[in-house]
């Protein structure tokens, strides 16, 4: 019995000691697990401020330069064929409407080839239905149709209130989405998760249904179909991006031309008018306040309530008494300023913004409407420009350029004024599809799913009761993310964000040098880790964390220094052009996306060609607004080398190409 016992008791302590070593296996293998999980999130967190933080620099230069665009669009695109009718919303010309339509109709016949949906009004659900269909197969609605549609929803959208009042009495639950930016994907999972439109399914939809995505002008024929079909029961709030000056740079302009080439002028000036007449705001059982931005210590919803808010087109810049057309083009167009260096340029991009003394911020220029009122367009840009903050009180949106950071003691303080307990908003990118902020007093809404790559958020909607407690339904549009781990997701999210940044480091490669050589006193060509990353905060204001970002831009020297030009190592011009000042090209290359804009202003039959000395002049008169000193010599030559093929044009397709920045692989890639 005793060797037995004792045999047993050996046997007991190799299980317990495997035991033990099970467990801390485990142990070990937990921690690691925690570790990695930890170190990818942390990477995804700052991809994404990357992300947002250009989006936000990106916005401010929108502001900075719209007094330009808008002289730009006054002075080359204004289209005779197009009708008062469309670009007028004086009443006195609302008769001619109808007649435009008619003569329209004429002359644009839906030819038998198409095979698309074909529209009667009033709609029915079976022609949204087919809307529906058409697009999902990636199938275009005739012009004809659109503007049909579109006259008809600016004829609803008139009859309604600024501020729309609804109830829940009326039906089960109201469903709240926010930005949607072109991604139809989104739309239509929404609709098939939450079921389409109907007076026992409504919904609010929040501002930002254009700009950025592919499909902008779809999601506002579906929008606008239901609208017509149910006014009292889908119900569309403006957003920051229902304005014709930010469609030019954030992509809805160049999407309508390209879809509708014969017919984008007449669709872009009613649109121009149609996103005037969209209300600001809904109000919800009285006590839910849902807005596209935000608010600011002056917001007034009385006042808002009773403005004539379609007299503002645009909110880029605030409206001023008007002069002679001589006197605009001064102001808007000042003479050749030369900056004593490149590193001037962002001092002169714009003229300095006004703060107003609720903390807003406000872009400067004048404005062509002159009849607008000065606190009408500051109650507007504040509604749709702000965003919330944990801190107290009200401050300049210094990040977007317009509008102002509201803290909980100014929700509260409108709370208290107009008995309200919830402010749903939008227009901000949530990781999660939503954010809960103000000790639940304010949620932000956001349902663009993969917003800036693929797996890089999901979409969310709300559900609202009538006890008004939300319920959020989160989801994400996917090819390929579900066939993609962790760590794979997380790095193509980080490739993309880095390679966004590189290309605005590079951009402004002459002005980083001049900040980095101030710290390198003996010309060494490092500096430390502190003066690299105040250089960069400095130079770009993008208020990222530069230090942790350090090591995925820059080398690191063997004595712990920073080798600031090896920034730059890894980009390069896809196609350099020698004789070409490198300032110049820099300069081409930060504001490509202006260029293209002004292009396609100057470019009046959509050819995709300009002259030589059409890019010449327009180069110029940029320029001179920006306050940048031009070589004609080096412009010269510039302008004859793009013209690859020496027919006197240029391409301005191949024009961003040849000032594309490309990334060569650098020695960690090799490796």
Excluded at 220 to 231: E, H, K, N, R, S
Excluded at 340 to 351: E, L, M, R, S
Excluded at 656 to 671: G, I, P, T
């Amino acid at each position: 019995m005793g060797s037995v016992s004792g045999t047993m008791g050996c046997n007991s302590s190799v299980a317990e000691q495997s035991s033990e070593k099970a467990i801390r296996a485990a142990i070990l293998i937990q921690n690691w697990y925690r570790v990695t999980v930890a170190r990818l999130e942390m990477r995804r967190r700052y991809s994404l401020s990357i992300f947002q933080s250009i989006e936000y620099a990106d916005e401010q230069d929108q502001l900075q330069l719209s007094n330009f665009f808008t002289f730009m669009l006054d002075h080359c695109t204004h289209p005779d064929s197009v009708s008062p009718a469309f670009t007028s919303p004086s009443v006195a010309q609302e008769a001619d409407e109808d007649l435009y339509l008619r003569e329209f109709e004429k002359k644009v016949d839906v030819p038998d080839s198409y095979h698309g949906p074909r529209l009667s009004f009033p709609l029915t659900t079976k022609d949204v239905d087919a809307l529906l269909h058409a697009f999902r197969n990636e199938q275009l609605l005739h012009a004809h149709y659109v503007l049909q549609l579109l006259c008809e929803t600016r004829k609803v959208l008139k009859e309604m209130p600024n501020i729309t009042h609804l109830s829940t009495s009326y039906s089960k639950d109201i469903t709240i989405c926010g930005d949607l930016h072109g991604n139809l994907d989104d739309l239509l999972l929404i609709f098939y998760k939450n079921g389409l439109p109907s007076e026992q399914n409504r919904y609010v939809f929040n501002g930002d249904f254009v700009d950025r995505g592919k499909n902008s002008m779809e999601i506002l024929i579906i929008l606008f179909a239901f609208l017509l079909i149910y006014p009292n029961d889908l119900h569309l709030n403006r957003g920051n991006h229902e304005d014709y000056v930010m469609n030019l740079r954030y992509g809805f302009t160049k999407e309508i031309s390209r879809k509708y080439k014969d017919h984008w002028k007449e669709i872009m000036f009613l649109l121009r008018d149609i996103f005037s007449w969209l209300p600001l705001a809904t109000i919800i059982d009285s006590k839910v306040l849902i807005l596209h931005g935000g608010i600011s210590d002056t917001t007034d919803l009385d006042f808002l309530n009773a403005l004539k808010r379609n007299k503002l087109k645009t909110l880029m810049k605030p409206p001023k008494p008007v002069g002679n057309r001589q006197d605009q083009v001064k102001e808007i167009i000042p003479k050749t300023t030369p900056s004593k260096h490149i590193a001037n340029q962002k001092n002169v991009a714009g003229k300095k913004r006004r703060t107003s003394s609720s903390g807003s911020t406000e872009p400067s220029g004048s404005d062509l409407t002159p009849d607008f009122d000065m606190k009408e367009w500051k109650q507007i840009l504040d509604i749709l420009w702000s965003d919330p903050r944990s801190q107290y009180g009200c401050t300049p949106n210094k990040c977007r350029g317009g509008g102002c950071y509201f803290g909980p003691d100014v929700t509260a303080k409108l709370f208290k004024r107009y008995n309200l307990k919830l402010l749903i908003r939008s227009h901000e990118f949530k990781p999660e599809g939503y954010e809960i902020s103000h000790n639940g007093k304010v949620i932000t809404i956001f349902s663009a799913s993969n917003y800036y790559e693929e797996g890089s958020n999901r979409g969310a909607y709300i559900k609202l009761n009538p006890e008004l407690n939300p319920r959020f339904v989160q989801y994400r549009v996917s090819e390929c993310t579900c066939r993609q781990n962790l760590r794979e997701r997380v790095g193509t999210i980080e490739s993309s964000a880095l390679m966004s940044l590189k290309e605005k480091i590079y951009a402004h490669k002459a002005e980083l040098t001049s900040a980095f050589e101030q710290y390198d006193l003996k010309g060494t060509g490092s500096i430390s880790v502190n003066d690299w990353a105040t250089a960069m905060d400095s130079v770009l204001q993008l208020e990222l964390p530069w230090r942790m970002l350090q090591p995925q831009l820059a080398e690191m020297n063997p004595d712990g220094k920073v080798d600031f030009m090896s920034c730059f190592q890894d980009l390069n011009i896809d196609r350099p052009i020698k004789e070409v000042q490198p300032a110049l090209m820099e300069t081409l290359c930060r504001y490509r996306k202006d260029l293209e804009i002004i292009f396609n202003i100057i470019d009046k039959d959509h050819s995709g060609l300009i002259s030589l000395e059409e890019f010449s002049q327009t180069w110029k008169l940029f320029a001179s607004h920006l306050g940048i000193e031009v070589d004609d010599e080096s412009l010269d030559k510039l302008v004859l080398s793009i013209d690859y093929n020496k027919d006197g044009h240029i391409d301005f397709n191949e024009f961003l190409e040849a000032f594309r920045v490309v990334h060569r692989l650098d020695k960690k890639a090799k490796s």
